[in-house]
T-cell receptor
């Protein structure tokens, strides 16, 4: 079964609005990462947050991590049409286990 | 970072045949992974491709169905054998260039349709 469950499954917002996606996971992790996928192509890494971090920023992206609730959120501010894509969280266990386990994904549509 | 060239980008295959997907990386990497993404779904790890030894398969995936080669630190192949329509998916090659779950880099994927 998938490690991460994301919600919402799909999200449509107007350009310029903020988009928030959530990810929940089941086991202790070393880090959590967010990826973007455009139209079924390869994934692009967005941001990584480690288990001892609570918040991280990168440009218009803000990620939070709450290890007590086993959840993370990705906020995209001032959305653009080019942000239309699927977004996946992925968890890494570390400790010599390098595999990533991907969540179910959120399909984000930005309406111009 | 790493740049990955994956080919073919797409193919339509007859059931019962096999397809080999190639993944070429522009630098030597330790960790290479193969994923499957069924239509509208998330990524599922098929196996970890180990250089110089057999691949490590995840539960539900077997070597006879998905043989993998890793002849060196920059190249790997995944074969989808004896295909059926249920194998229609996007297959993705991924690498990680460091230890402890650094970011993963992905090829553009192979969109496979089995008819």
């Amino acid at each position: 079964s998938q490690q991460g469950e994301e919600d919402p499954q799909a999200l449509s917002i107007q350009e310029g609005e903020n988009a928030t996606m959530n990810c929940s996971y089941k086991t202790s992790i070393n880090n959590l990462q967010w990826y973007r996928q455009n139209s079924g192509r390869g994934l692009v890494h967005l941001i990584l947050i480690r288990s001892n971090e609570r918040e991280k920023h990168s440009g218009r992206l803000r990620v939070t991590l709450d290890t007590s609730k086993k959840s993370s959120s990705l906020l995209i501010t001032a959305s653009r049409a080019a942000d239309t894509a699927s977004y996946f969280c992925a968890t890494g266990l570390g400790f010599g286990n390098e595999k990533l386990t991907f969540g179910t994904g959120t399909r984000l549509t930005i309406i111009p | 970072s790493a740049v990955i060239s994956q080919k073919p980008s797409r193919d339509i295959c007859q059931r019962g045949t096999s397809l080999t997907i190639q993944c070429q990386v522009d630098s030597q990497v330790t960790m290479m992974f193969w994923y499957r993404q069924q239509p509208g779904q998330s990524l599922t790890l098929i196996a970890t491709a180990n250089q110089g030894s057999e691949a490590t398969y995840e539960s539900g995936f077997v070597i006879d169905k998905f043989p993998i080669s890793r002849p060196n630190l920059t190249f790997s192949t995944l074969t989808v054998s004896n295909m059926s329509p249920e194998d229609s998916s996007i297959y993705l090659c991924s690498v990680q260039t460091g230890l402890r779950n650094t970011e993963a880099f992905f090829g553009q994927g192979t969109r496979l349709t089995v008819v």
